[in-house]
C-alpha cells in the first residue's frame, strides 16, 4: 500500500489534522490567515469550515510535509486563496491601544 503523499494523505498528516481541529474545537482558535473564528461543525466542503494550512508551502519546503508545527487553523476558503504560497507578512501587533 502507498504511504500516500507527505503533507495531504499520509496518516501523520491525518492525525496532525484531526489533533488541530479539536484543539481550535476546544480553545475558539480563530482562522491563521484572516482571524476570524472557524465554525469546526461545518460540512468540509462549505467555504467557512475548518482546513488544515501548512505555515510554509509543502511544495517549497517538502521537508515540513508532515511536521505539526508547520500546521495552522484556517477556513477552506482562506487556505484555497493562499494556495501554495507562504503567507503574507502582516503589520503585526500595535504597540499602544488607542
Request: charged share 25%; with cysteine.
Amino acid at each position: 500500500m502507498a504511504a500516500g503523499v507527505p503533507g495531504r494523505t499520509t496518516a501523520a498528516h491525518r492525525n496532525n489534522r484531526t489533533v488541530l481541529k479539536l484543539l481550535t474545537r476546544e480553545h475558539n482558535l480563530p482562522c491563521a490567515l484572516c482571524g476570524n473564528g472557524i465554525d469546526c461543525d461545518l460540512p468540509h466542503t462549505d467555504p467557512w469550515s475548518f482546513a488544515y494550512d501548512h505555515i510554509k508551502s509543502i511544495k517549497t519546503y517538502p521537508e515540513f510535509a508532515d511536521d505539526p508545527a508547520n500546521g495552522q487553523p484556517s477556513h477552506k476558503r482562506c487556505n484555497e486563496n493562499k494556495g501554495a504560497s507562504d503567507a503574507r507578512p502582516g503589520l503585526g501587533d500595535p504597540s499602544e491601544f488607542w
